[in-house]
């Protein structure tokens, strides 16, 4: 049976799969969610064992379903290969009493490679299987690490250019000498003025602009998108908490039919919503604890029903979760409005004009299994030293901060349920705040002898990206004020 999808906002008829995945987001605003979440065609028990590969067909296949076997094991097999550090894929590590599901071994190391290794296929596929002759040019907006994460990805790619706006004052140094080296002659990288919203709000608008998409069209080139927004980097996500139930089931660590948590940092609301996907599907998942950073906007959303942006950004050490607007909470919001789209426009146009909005009781009701939480920066420190002393395991900010959650929700509540923490960066990516939070006096190194260091400290390799950029030179070095992005993107593709 075909599975479809249409905008949260209502707007035109259902697409398919690859439509969805060409368009990116809907011309009305919207996202585009499946007009229904398929549940597993087989038993959870038969997934002990499957590869990752395997795992990943078996889920992508039941929402992709316009794409035939061939198509997309083609687009799974080129992207989960030998760019990822271990056959693994999605190593499962136990510390501390938690089950680290460690997401950052491919070319990037952050969690974001899981999909956007293979975006960049279902792209292409998408297009071909449209008869699309526009050049894609994937216009994206980054807190960090999709941006370095895309960019690996569509570098080079025949039929495609990327764009990428990065806060340029609101990422870590080595995530911007990642970006700010990445080769690729259809690769462009753009710091703005503003914040991390404020590049979102950017490229959202530009997406929703009908004289650009017209200018472009005249120019033989259309727009999408490798932002969580994009289905077609939702549904890759849902594999791995498959992927991860299966490991426990397959090394005993749970029996049959149990129950885990699930733990997430959040920040766009896309990876624990793949959580939750995978939930639907019928992986036994019990709670999906969301946990923040001191931009805690989804935590006090959980707890009151109201959300609400109009509060001052905090630039944090875990720069990947600093954001004000989930944009994929939208998805459960559509979701628990009983697939209501006029509910859900309403709620997002006031989110736009009141930077605010209030879901109802009806539908509070429906988010009891979300459970959230949040890290101060001195939390999220203190973390990484604990774990770090009682078991020599360095993890990076991100997963600190679920980490920490984590434990304030057990001596909270007494769930001892076995719980699995997405871990979604590499230590090396954070080095400095990393080293700083084990010892203070680390911040006098420079940016390199702290990897040295930290290599020493965790006895883990150094990343091949790491290495990559020790001396590569700078290739990009375009600024623009937060109103310019429009023109720079016209003057970038040639399109005035
Ligand atoms: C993107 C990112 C997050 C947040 O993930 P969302 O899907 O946006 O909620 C958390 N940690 C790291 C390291 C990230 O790169």
Redesign the pocket.
């Known amino acids: 049976m075909e599975l479809l999808y249409r905008s949260t906002r209502g707007g035109k008829e259902a697409l398919t799969a690859s439509q969805a995945i060409l368009q990116g987001l809907a011309e009305d605003g919207g996202l585009f969610v499946p007009d229904s979440i398929p549940a597993l065609e087989q038993p959870i028990t038969a997934f002990a064992g499957k590869s990752y590969q395997e795992t990943a067909y078996a889920v992508m296949k039941q929402f992709f379903t316009d794409f035939t076997e061939e198509e997309l094991k083609d687009c799974i097999n080129n992207a989960y290969d030998s760019k990822f550090d271990t056959e693994k894929i999605a190593p499962l590590v136990k510390k501390n009493g938690a089950y680290y599901l460690e997401l950052f071994h491919g070319a990037t190391i952050?969690?974001?490679d899981m999909a956007l290794s293979i975006l960049p296929y279902l792209m292409v596929t998408s297009a071909r299987k449209n008869q699309c002759s526009n050049d894609i040019v994937i216009l994206t907006a980054t807190?960090?690490?999709?941006g370095k994460a895309a960019l690996a990805g569509f570098a080079d790619v025949p039929g495609t250019k990327i764009i990428v706006f990065y806060p340029k004052n609101g990422v870590s140094p080595i995530q911007e000498k990642q970006m700010v080296t990445q080769k690729g002659a259809n690769t462009y990288v753009v710091g703005i003025t503003g914040n991390f919203d404020d590049a979102q709000n950017g490229v959202k608008a530009m997406f929703g602009n009908e004289q650009l998409k017209k200018d472009l069209n005249a120019a033989g080139l259309q727009f999408s998108s490798a932002n969580?927004i994009n289905i077609g980097r939702l549904v890759p996500q849902v594999a791995y908490y498959v992927y991860a139930y299966a490991q426990m089931l397959q090394s005993g660590e749970i029996a049959e039919g149990e129950q885990i948590n699930v733990v997430v940092?959040?920040?766009?609301?896309?990876?624990?919503l793949a959580a939750y996907y995978a939930k639907n599907m019928g992986v036994p998942i019990d709670k999906l604890i969301c946990a923040s950073n001191d931009n805690k906007v989804l935590c006090d959303f959980f707890a009151t029903g109201c959300y609400d942006k109009n509060r001052p950004f905090i630039l944090t050490t875990s720069p990947?979760?600093d954001i004000l607007i989930s944009s994929n909470l939208e998805r459960l919001i559509y979701k628990i409005a009983g697939a209501d789209a006029a509910v859900d426009a309403s709620l997002m146009e006031s989110l736009k004009t009141e930077g605010k909005y209030s879901i109802t009781d009806a539908m509070k009701a429906q988010l009891d299994e979300f459970y959230g939480d949040y890290a101060s920066e001195a939390e999220c420190a203190a973390q990484i030293k604990k774990v770090y002393d009682a078991e020599g395991y360095i993890m990076?900010t991100?997963t600190a901060v679920a980490s920490c959650v984590y434990d304030k929700y057990v001596a909270k509540t007494g769930d001892t349920k076995k719980a699995v923490i997405a871990s979604?960066?590499s230590p090396y990516k954070f080095t400095r705040s990393v080293m700083n939070a084990i010892d203070a006096s680390y911040d006098s190194q420079t940016d390199f002898e702290l990897v040295d260091e930290l290599n020493r400290l965790s006895g883990v390799a150094v990343p091949q990206a790491i290495e990559d950029i020790r001396s590569a030179a700078v290739l990009h070095d375009r600024v623009c004020e937060t109103a310019d992005m429009e023109k720079t993107v016209r003057d970038i593709l040639g399109v005035n």
């Not at 807190?143 to 999709?146: A, K």
């Not at 940092?265 to 624990?272: C, H, L, S, V, Y």
Request: zero cysteines; charged letters at 15%; hydrophobic letters at 25%.
């Open positions: 952050a969690f974001k807190s960090g690490d999709t969580s940092p959040t920040g766009n609301f896309g990876n624990i990947s979760m990076d991100h979604t960066a």
